[in-house]
């Protein structure tokens, strides 16, 4: 069974500019999640979604954050404009209906500069 | 929302020695989950636990829940160098009803390092 899959794996930029990052779950899955990392600290959950339906999205700072999952099966997560905060892994994860357990993908490195 | 408290921060060992690593809530959790991040990866899930007083053995792995469901731990017996990496514990979001819905809060994590 394939994993969680995220691109890209790094990505440098410089503040106020935009970066996007795409995730693709585990086949099947319906509940997908976005978590930033920052180093040092554990994983925050930014927003959940439910097939393409948003669950939670109370911690994603919705005024340069955003994210979409429009069939229900990848999610593309957006930051524009990025500020130096924001340097951090974004994991993104999911989990089948009826299990807890969360799957994670390889995460993307953002730096900015 | 729910919050844990994880300790220690960090935790270097000698190969062959033990470890612990322990979670603790102000409030009754629903559940808790382990899961184990090697440097420069990602988090692998580890083990839920649901049960007052459960505990839970994997090979050189025991992980424990409170009574009260307040607080949990993670033991591991004589380290090997593969376990090097840093552990979480997450509580699930219950919702109303006690039923979980997913949504995970991390504590801060115990860096684990094994000298050989």
């Known amino acids: 069974e394939a994993g969680v899959a995220q691109s890209p794996r790094y990505k440098i930029i410089e503040k106020r500019q935009s970066v996007a990052f795409w995730c693709n779950p585990i086949?099947?899955?319906?509940?997908l999640y976005w978590y930033q990392q920052i180093l040092g600290q554990g994983p925050k959950l930014l927003i959940q979604?439910?097939?393409?339906?948003?669950?939670?999205d109370s911690q994603l700072p919705k005024d340069r954050f955003s994210a979409e999952r429009l069939k229900g099966v990848d999610s593309t997560l957006k930051i524009q404009p990025a500020k130096l905060e924001d340097s951090a892994v974004y994991l993104c994860?999911?989990?089948?209906?009826?299990?807890?357990?969360?799957?994670f993908g390889p995460g993307t490195r953002l730096t900015v500069l | 929302g729910q919050q844990v408290m994880q300790i220690p921060q960090y935790q270097h060992v000698q190969e062959g020695e033990d470890f612990t690593t322990y979670c603790n809530s102000s409030?009754?959790?629903?559940?808790i989950q382990w899961y184990k991040q090697r440097p420069g990866g990602h988090p692998v899930f580890l083990i839920q636990?649901?049960?007052?007083?459960e505990v839970n053995k994997q090979k050189r792995l025991t992980f424990q829940f409170g009574e009260a469901k307040k607080n949990s731990s993670l033991h591991i017996t004589a380290t090997q160098t593969t376990d090097v990496g840093t552990y979480f514990c997450?509580?699930?979001?219950?919702?109303?009803?006690?039923?979980?819905?997913?949504?995970?809060?991390f504590g801060q994590g115990t860096i684990l390092t094994v000298h050989p």
């Open positions: 994860a999911s989990n089948p209906a009826g299990r807890n357990e969360q799957f």
């Open positions: 086949s099947g899955h319906a509940t």
């Open positions: 979604f439910q097939n393409n339906g948003v669950v939670d």
């Open positions: 409030t009754t959790l629903s559940n």
């Open positions: 636990l649901v049960k007052s007083g």
């Open positions: 997450a509580l699930s979001q219950a919702r109303a009803g006690g039923t979980s819905y997913g949504k995970l809060t």
